[in-house]
């Protein structure tokens, strides 16, 4: 099992910085690839990162690359998403979550999901 929480939203200015946390609690953490998405409303729920547990491999889809990163720190059981240049049309709900492989992560069909952080962005 498996329990993750997001922090790190806000509302930030077009152009700006946010990074945003995802603090999990489990035993095998460091065994499970971790990712991001993100959900505006009417719209449906967007991959926006993933991060292998094996070698550190990243995933982007186009819309971010460039300008998100994810990394991890498995000693502190952390994932992280460092968001630059945040555009009005990245503001969404944004929700980590957790699977057994990158591509299940990117598919959308993690096995643990949290409850979201609130990214706003002003333009």
């Known amino acids: 099992q498996v329990q993750l929480e997001e922090s790190g939203g806000g509302l930030v200015q077009a152009g700006g910085s946010l990074r945003l946390s995802c603090a999990a609690s489990g035993r095998t953490f460091s065994r499970y690839a971790m990712g991001w998405f993100r959900q505006a409303p009417g719209k449906e729920r967007e991959f926006v990162a993933a991060i292998s547990w094996s070698d550190g491999s990243t995933w982007y889809p186009d819309s971010v690359k460039g300008r998100f990163t994810i990394s991890r720190d498995n000693a502190k059981n952390t994932v992280y998403l460092q968001m630059n240049s945040l555009k009005p049309e990245d503001a969404a709900v944004y929700y980590c979550?957790?699977?057994?492989?990158?591509?299940?992560?990117?598919?959308?069909?993690?096995?643990?999901w949290g409850q979201g952080t609130q990214v706003t962005v002003s333009s």
């Open positions: 979550t957790a699977g057994l492989t990158p591509g299940a992560v990117r598919r959308g069909n993690g096995d643990y």
